[in-house]
Structure formats: C-alpha cells, structure tokens
C-alpha cells in the first residue's frame, strides 16, 4: 500500500492518533502536499461522503474521519504555502436565529472544510446581522450555508436569505440552506441558491458551486 | 353504561378497534375543555428532587447540566450550546455524579405525583428518563457524544451501566406505587433523515440498557411505549424484542403503512403526524390543517392501531395564531376523529 493510500485508509477509518505520523512520512518520501491533500485526503472524505449517503456509515464514523483530516491537514499545512495551493473558497455557516441545533450544521461545517474550503462557523441562533457582516466583511466568502431543525426558525431563515439577498456580496456569494424541515421548495421560495439534504451533499454542492 | 376514555384507550392497547379514537398526547396550544372528554392517559409527575435553574431562567438538571429555550423552540430546553460539563468520555467517573436516594419517601412522592389524575376515568403513564443516548449527548454534545460512542464504546457502556442503576433503582421503586397502565421508554436516537449511530451500535451499546430498564415495566405488566423521534424505524424489531407496544411520535420519515401492515394492532402508533410539513407551519391556512388532520386518520385509523397525536410549533410572538391552529386541529380530531369508528360501521 503506498503512502497516499495509507492516508486515505486511515482517514476513511477516522484514525487520529496515526494520521500525523503518515502525513509526515509521506512529506518526507517527497510526495508532493497537493497530492497527499487532493487524494490522501480530499478523495478520501469524498469516499466517507458517498457511505453515508448510502448509510454504509453513520454520524460517528464520520465525524471521527472528519477529525482525522483535520489532524493531517494541520501537518501539511505550512507545506502547502509554498505550493501556491488554494482553497476552493471560504464559507460561512450558521444555525439562523432561535435555533440552537447544532450537530447538522457542525456536520456540514466539517465535510465543506474536508472538500477544501475555508470555513468560517457562526455557531448556533445566529442573528442575520451576524451573517450579512461576515459575509460582507470578508471578500474572500463565496457560499454561505444556512441551517435551521425548526419549523418555527424556517421564517429567520427566510429573512436571513432576503437579507443575504439584498446585501452588496450577493454578487459572490451563494446561498445554500438545510435542515429537517427545509424542501427545496422552500429553498426556491425563499430565493436561496442550492438546498441538500445532508452533510456529504451539501459539500459536493458548495464545491460545485464555488467552481461554476 | 358509558366507555370511558381509558377504556376505549385499553381496547386500543389490547389490539382492538376503539369505540373513538383515541388522541394520547396533548396538542400545543390546545384550549382543552375537561368537560368534554376527559384525557385517555395522563403522566404521572414524581418531583424526586427540587428543580434548579440558573442565573437566565434555564433548568440545570441533576448532573449540572444547564439547559436554554428559545422563544422558537416554545420554551422546550435544550442543553447550552459549548457549555458541555464531559470533554472526555473516560473521565465521566469524575464528573458524573449522580445524587443520593437516601430518605426518599416513594410512597409519598408517588402518591402525590398521580394525585390529579382520576384513575377511573384515564390512563396512568409512567415515565423514566430522557434516555441513556441522549444523556450522553446532553453531557457531551452532539459532536463530541457521537465520537465517544465510536472511539470508547467500553467507558460508553460503563457510563451507561452507571446511569441504569440509579434510574432503574428509581423506577423499581416508584412503579411499586403508581402503577401505572403505560411505562414510558425516551430515547431519541434518529436524525429526521437516518438514525444518528449504526444498527449495531445501538445492539451493541444502547440496547441492553433500554430493555433492561424496560423490562420493569413488563414485569409490572404495563404496556411499554417507546418515544423516538426521526426515522427510527430500523430497531423497530428490537424494540418489540423488549416488549414495546405503543410508539410514539412515529414520525412520517418512516414507512408508517408498512409500519402498520407489518405490525398490525401489535404496535400502535401514536402519532403519525407530519409536524414538518406545511399544516404544522406558521401561518397554515385553516383548511390545509383541517385536510392534514383527516388524511392522518384516514391513513392510519382504520381496523385500530392508532392513537391521534399532533403537534405544532407556535411562537409567543404570535400566540393568537397558534391557538387559532391548535383549535382547527383540535376541533377536527373532535368531529372526524372521534367519530370515525361509528362512520365504519
């Protein structure tokens, strides 16, 4: 098995305590950090994305994949500076105001930050002030993802997009939004950009949309 | 001689078709007059030991845990966001402790805790805790909970192990006195789209604690009703292995008619109420709701099987309309539901 498959092995089994070490390894055998990151890692959470939309595996085994990635990626990083290396973009992510679920929106933030985005994380009952001043303070925000498990916040959401919408970013940003009671009627009514229905989803929809 | 409602509720529960259908469970919102049927089931309400809240109004529970509503959340309390009390599972011996049930007077608290319900003419349910899932979720959070369950499935089960003895002593004690007629399993361990840990997790970790705080109840034979949320219905099959009967909310994520088909009157399903779709919405229109509640009864009351349970998220800026919606729901369930055994003939 060479290097980068050991990567992606470890990572797919969300192995934290080795990942360091094989990064490091692979570094000093001269395999190029783009390489380790793009297939090492960013396949391999792809990889992690499409069981769980299959339910070959659930939340845990894919939360700790999740944290492996991290892990790497704090090896490799300083390396991939010199690579000229770039994100896919940089996200925002909130639960909207009222709501103070979090693990959808913490799984999210996760799989958009393994498929190569910068992310930036709101937390939970995020006021739509919060979100237009991130979003509007940083030029480097291109997807905005907004999640709400209420049936009572689906109005803040609402006027989060309506405000998102109206801000002067909205040229480079898209709006995504989810959560238990979002449809993508909803989404379309509301004037959002892209609505999915799960984490692994709405990671290959942010790097669809970032790259179109 | 007039059927009460624990009557018609025990025929549901003994796999017969009611005389009316029965609605277990209060809707939000919903201005109930006692005159004109009584509850078919009412939750005893042990106060075991005082309630605590903090500086904002939220309860903190017996572990310490702190917990906050929000206006759109119709003060339900969920743990403060990053205000976790366990980071490391393998230290729970530390930090979970749980309080002594040293001079507890059962009977006294027993007795007190059914005093307002008439045992002639409703149900008695007995409840036990939030569940050992979501108890490690309240302690650790969502993120850090579901990592423990998959990292350190043996401090897991010891924490798990911990929690049982003390709630089972507490039910063993209590059920001697209540007696009630339903023993009421919590566990809420399904996101609305999957459940949130594997089949074989949950055999393997969850499992042996809820069948053996279940089996209390069997032994006190009660029927055991189990509350899960989201699609749950995978262990559907291990639950009946520790003998639930009734299930509620039975969420429409599952297949519910498949539910039923393959269950028959050996589940009933408690619920089967859409409350994410657009009659349990803010601002639904009266005739929207009215058809939801109609479709619910005709899609699930037939032959028996069923107890009418919906829900609605109102809001205390618009409470007005909330009550508007939980009376269309109410009076609906009172002239379609109530008579739809007589409508079959």
């Given at each position: 098995?060479?290097k980068i498959?050991?990567?992606?092995?470890?990572?797919?089994?969300?192995?934290s305590k080795?990942?360091?070490e094989?990064?490091?390894?692979?570094l000093?055998?001269?395999?190029?950090?783009?390489?380790?990151?793009?297939?090492?890692?960013?396949?391999?959470?792809?990889a992690?994305?499409?069981?769980?939309?299959?339910?070959?595996?659930?939340i845990?085994?894919?939360?700790?994949a999740?944290?492996?990635?991290?892990?790497?990626?704090?090896?490799?990083?300083?390396?991939?500076?010199?690579?000229?290396?770039?994100?896919v973009?940089?996200?925002?992510i909130?639960?909207v105001?009222g709501?103070?679920?979090d693990?959808?929106?913490?799984l999210?933030s996760?799989?958009i930050?393994?498929?190569?985005?910068?992310?930036?994380?709101?937390?939970?009952?995020v006021?739509?002030?919060?979100?237009?001043?991130?979003?509007?303070?940083?030029e480097?925000?291109?997807?905005?993802?907004?999640?709400a498990?209420?049936?009572?916040?689906?109005?803040?959401?609402?006027?989060?997009?309506?405000?998102?919408?109206?801000s002067?970013?909205?040229?480079r940003i898209?709006?995504?939004?989810?959560?238990?009671?979002?449809?993508?009627?909803?989404c379309?009514?509301?004037?959002?950009?892209?609505?999915?229905?799960?984490?692994a989803?709405a990671?290959?929809?942010?790097?669809?949309?970032?790259?179109? | 001689m007039?059927?009460?409602?624990?009557e018609?509720?025990?025929?549901?529960a003994?796999?017969?078709?009611?005389?009316?259908?029965?609605?277990?469970?209060?809707v939000p919102?919903a201005?109930?007059?006692?005159?004109?049927?009584k509850?078919?089931?009412?939750?005893?309400?042990?106060?075991?030991f005082?309630?605590?809240?903090?500086a904002?109004?939220?309860?903190?529970?017996?572990?310490?845990v702190?917990?906050?509503?929000?206006?759109?959340?119709?003060g339900?309390?969920?743990?403060?966001?990053?205000?976790?009390?366990?980071?490391?599972?393998t230290?729970w011996?530390?930090?979970?402790?749980?309080?002594?049930?040293?001079?507890?007077?059962?009977r006294?608290i027993?007795e007190?805790?059914v005093?307002h319900?008439?045992?002639?003419?409703?149900?008695v349910?007995?409840?036990t805790?939030v569940?050992?899932?979501?108890?490690?979720?309240?302690?650790?959070?969502?993120t850090?909970?579901?990592?423990?369950?998959?990292?350190?499935p043996?401090?897991?089960m010891?924490?798990?192990a911990?929690?049982?003895?003390?709630?089972?002593?507490?039910?063993?004690?209590l059920?001697?006195?209540?007696?009630?007629d339903?023993?009421?399993?919590?566990?809420?361990?399904?996101?609305?789209?999957?459940p949130?840990?594997?089949?074989?997790?949950?055999?393997k970790?969850?499992?042996?604690?809820h069948a053996s705080?279940?089996?209390?109840?069997?032994?006190h034979?009660?029927f055991?009703?189990?509350?899960?949320?989201?699609?749950?219905?995978?262990?559907i099959d291990?639950?009946?292995?520790?003998g639930v009967s009734f299930?509620?909310p039975?969420?429409v994520?599952?297949?519910l008619?498949g539910?039923?088909?393959?269950?028959?009157?050996?589940?009933?399903?408690?619920?089967c109420?859409?409350?994410?779709?657009p009659?349990?919405?803010?601002?639904?229109k009266?005739?929207?709701v009215?058809?939801?509640?109609?479709?619910?009864?005709?899609?699930?009351?037939?032959?028996?099987?069923?107890?009418?349970?919906?829900?609605?998220?109102?809001s205390?800026?618009?409470?007005?309309?909330?009550?508007?919606?939980a009376?269309?729901?109410t009076?609906?369930?009172n002239?379609?539901?109530?008579?739809?055994y007589?409508?079959?003939?």
């Amino acid at each position: 098995m060479s290097k980068i498959q050991e990567i992606a092995a470890a990572i797919e089994a969300g192995k934290s305590k080795i990942i360091a070490e094989l990064v490091q390894a692979a570094l000093d055998e001269g395999i190029a950090p783009l390489e380790i990151l793009n297939v090492g890692m960013i396949d391999a959470m792809s990889a992690v994305g499409d069981k769980f939309q299959k339910e070959e595996i659930f939340i845990p085994e894919m939360l700790v994949a999740a944290r492996a990635m991290k892990k790497g990626v704090e090896v490799l990083q300083p390396h991939l500076g010199d690579t000229g290396a770039a994100t896919v973009g940089k996200a925002v992510i909130g639960t909207v105001s009222g709501d103070l679920h979090d693990i959808g929106k913490n799984l999210v933030s996760m799989m958009i930050e393994s498929a190569g985005f910068e992310v930036n994380d709101l937390g939970v009952d995020v006021s739509l002030e919060k979100f237009i001043e991130a979003v509007e303070g940083d030029e480097k925000v291109n997807v905005v993802a907004l999640s709400a498990l209420l049936t009572t916040t689906m109005p803040a959401m609402k006027e989060t997009v309506a405000a998102l919408n109206a801000s002067k970013a909205r040229g480079r940003i898209k709006i995504m939004v989810g959560g238990a009671p979002i449809t993508p009627e909803f989404c379309k009514e509301i004037g959002a950009d892209a609505y999915t229905p799960d984490a692994a989803s709405a990671a290959q929809k942010a790097k669809e949309l970032a790259t179109a | 001689m007039t059927m009460t409602e624990r009557e018609n509720l025990l025929r549901v529960a003994n796999g017969q078709e009611p005389a009316w259908l029965p609605r277990k469970g209060i809707v939000p919102y919903a201005d109930v007059d006692p005159e004109e049927h009584k509850p078919c089931c009412l939750g005893a309400m042990p106060m075991l030991f005082p309630p605590k809240t903090n500086a904002r109004g939220g309860r903190i529970d017996i572990f310490g845990v702190e917990y906050e509503a929000t206006d759109s959340t119709d003060g339900l309390q969920l743990p403060m966001p990053n205000h976790f009390i366990l980071d490391d599972v393998t230290k729970w011996r530390d930090v979970i402790k749980v309080p002594s049930l040293e001079g507890i007077d059962w009977r006294a608290i027993a007795e007190k805790s059914v005093e307002h319900i008439d045992r002639k003419e409703s149900c008695v349910s007995m409840g036990t805790h939030v569940g050992y899932f979501q108890h490690l979720m309240n302690f650790m959070g969502f993120t850090e909970g579901l990592i423990a369950l998959q990292e350190e499935p043996e401090e897991v089960m010891e924490l798990y192990a911990y929690l049982a003895e003390f709630y089972e002593t507490i039910s063993k004690k209590l059920i001697e006195y209540i007696k009630p007629d339903f023993y009421g399993l919590t566990d809420d361990t399904a996101t609305a789209r999957s459940p949130f840990i594997s089949n074989e997790m949950y055999r393997k970790i969850v499992k042996p604690f809820h069948a053996s705080l279940a089996k209390i109840g069997v032994d006190h034979d009660c029927f055991i009703e189990m509350h899960n949320c989201g699609r749950c219905e995978d262990v559907i099959d291990d639950w009946r292995e520790f003998g639930v009967s009734f299930w509620n909310p039975a969420q429409v994520m599952n297949d519910l008619p498949g539910i039923k088909k393959k269950y028959g009157n050996s589940l009933i399903l408690n619920g089967c109420w859409d409350s994410s779709g657009p009659a349990g919405w803010p601002g639904a229109k009266e005739e929207l709701v009215r058809q939801a509640v109609r479709d619910c009864i005709d899609a699930y009351a037939p032959g028996g099987g069923f107890c009418f349970w919906a829900s609605l998220y109102g809001s205390k800026d618009n409470e007005k309309q909330a009550r508007q919606h939980a009376f269309w729901i109410t009076d609906e369930y009172n002239k379609y539901g109530r008579t739809f055994y007589q409508r079959q003939g």
